[in-house]
């Protein structure tokens, strides 16, 4: 299939899935986009001198990193002709996507925080929306060179040696020829183990784990950055993941997904609903993750 060419997607209105030859297509794009912006992040992160640190308006951090991950899923994502609702362009207003069939949430560098302290924990997060559902995800850890991967209905993978590559090309064959599903049968273990955000913990957060505790007395907390703590739940790695402070849909819609089809869940808490995507908030509440 050509990288190329545009190509005008296809699909029906009814349902949650698209034909086969559109979603090879689209997974092959998407997960390029997500490499291709790992190559832009890494370069900058190198460099620590250069991260041109700003604040947006909601008074969190934003480096050049953040722009140059968006230019290269911009321009990766262009050829498919679906509108990108993205981290970076936060204030696209809601009369304008509210009616979106089809479209990308991406998040072009999640834990932004993290990549400032230098501690390796940061994503790139890419959601194919359909009817505001999420039915294909990746994200991608540059730092380990690891890409997950979840198809609605068809289930979630991992892989590895992924390195950052600016002219990225991975055809739908080459995906699935070095892929594992999840979860994964060396990441059991026999203790609780409780995922929470390294930089963004509250009180509620430890009261939660508290009353985990009881349950479980061997809990062990593992703090993580970013999206990829969703990534260790689809692995198996942790169990559970508390979430206590404001997130934005882009930061779990595609994570959301790769648990789900790895055998797990996510909810609002302590309201116990699902995660509904675009909103004219884009802020989500409270939430749990956690394999069942």
């Known amino acids: ?32 986009a997500a490499v291709r912006a ?19 308006s909601d008074h969190t951090p934003i480096t050049i990193a953040d722009r140059m991950a968006h230019n290269a899923i911009k321009e990766a994502l262009g050829e498919t002709r679906i509108p990108i609702l993205s981290e970076e362009g936060r204030e696209m207003r809601y009369e304008e996507r509210r009616n979106w ?31 505001n ?40 064959s080459d ?25 963004h913990q509250t009180p509620e957060t430890h009261e939660h784990i508290d009353l985990l505790r009881i349950e479980h007395p061997d809990l062990e907390v593992v703090e993580q950055g970013s999206s990829y703590k969703f990534c260790l739940l689809a692995e198996g790695s942790v169990d559970y993941y508390i979430r206590t ?3 934005s849909e882009w930061d779990t819609a595609a994570g959301e997904l790769i ?10 808490y302590p309201s116990g609903e699902s995660l509904s995507y675009n909103k004219e908030s884009l802020d989500n509440p409270w939430f749990v993750a956690r394999r069942l």
């Open 101 to 131: 069939e089809l479209f990308w949430l991406v998040d072009p560098l999640d834990g932004t925080l993290e990549f400032i302290k230098g501690n390796n924990e940061f994503t790139v997060n890419i959601a194919l929306m359909l009817n």
């Open 133 to 172: 559902i999420c039915i294909s995800a990746v994200v991608y850890v540059p730092y380990h060179h690891k890409m997950y991967i979840a198809e609605r209905g068809y289930g979630a993978w991992v892989m590895s040696d992924v390195a950052p590559d600016e002219e990225a090309c991975y055809t739908y």
């Open 38 to 56: 790992g190559a832009a992040i890494m370069k900058i992160y190198k460099n620590s001198d250069d991260y041109d640190i700003s604040l947006k």
């Open 259 to 268: 648990l789900h089809q790895s055998g797990g869940k996510t909810s609002a």
């Open 245 to 247: 402070t404001t997130t």
């Open 1 to 32: 299939m050509k990288h190329t060419e545009s190509r005008v997607v296809e699909y029906q209105q009814t349902s949650n899935n698209i034909e086969q030859s559109t979603r090879e297509y689209l997974l092959e794009n998407q997960l390029n």
């Open 175 to 199: 995906i699935h020829s070095n892929i594992r599903q999840l979860p994964l049968p060396e990441a059991s273990h026999t203790n609780y183990r409780v995922a929470v955000s390294r930089s």
